[in-house]
């Protein structure tokens, strides 16, 4: 996702999460189908890929980049986070 590869997966773990709000496409656990339809969905639409994409690298960047990283530990430990 943070190198705007659009994703298909199972929805397990904390993949739905990471997902929502149109971030990649979720199959249900142990649906092989299912998961084969959404990546052919993702094969035949370039459109897709890239809204996609697009929205999965803008999470990744904006909640997981080291600098979010960084002021959530410092959240978490009570601090305040860093000034930018």
């Not at 943070?2 to 142990?30: D, K, M, Q, W, Y």
């Amino acid at each position: 996702m943070a190198a705007g590869v659009p994703c298909a997966a199972t929805g397990v773990g904390g993949i739905p999460e990471l997902f929502e709000n149109s971030r990649g496409l979720i199959a249900p656990p142990g649906d092989h189908r299912s998961l084969a339809e959404a990546m052919t969905r993702l094969a035949r639409s370039p459109e897709l890929r890239e809204v996609l994409a697009a929205n999965a690298m803008e999470n990744v960047r904006r909640r997981y980049a080291l600098d979010a990283a960084v002021d959530q530990y410092l959240m978490l430990l009570g601090l305040p986070p860093r000034a930018t």
